[in-house]
């Protein structure tokens, strides 16, 4: 697993969920510290009981998470992540078939 490419998500999720990182942290029973080491890959092998506690408490799901993933497999290193799972989940709501 890219653990830059997952940081990056797992941020751009926070930035979607309108939340405090103090309320993100209530939530999931990971400090902050914790929190912001996944989105600068501080962590060598994230564990998936936090990661998927952190996915729900922003408002999304480990499913679309590891789909999302998968599919960003061929971005740029540059891209925008936030921008991408944006359009991602919304073409993923127009065509379930094809996404998450």
Do not use: H, W
Request: charged share 25%.
């Amino acid at each position: 697993m890219d653990n830059v490419l997952l940081g990056k998500v797992l941020k751009a999720m926070y930035k979607l969920s309108g939340k405090t990182l103090a309320q993100l942290s209530d939530e999931t029973g990971l400090t902050v510290d914790n929190i912001n080491n996944l989105f600068y890959a501080r962590v060598q092998k994230p564990g998936y009981i936090g990661v998927s506690a952190f996915c729900r408490a922003a408002g999304f799901t480990s499913a679309e998470l590891a789909a999302f993933l998968e599919a960003a497999d061929e971005l740029p290193p540059d891209a925008d992540i936030t921008e991408r799972f944006v359009e991602y989940l919304r073409e993923a709501e127009e065509n379930p078939a094809a996404g998450a």
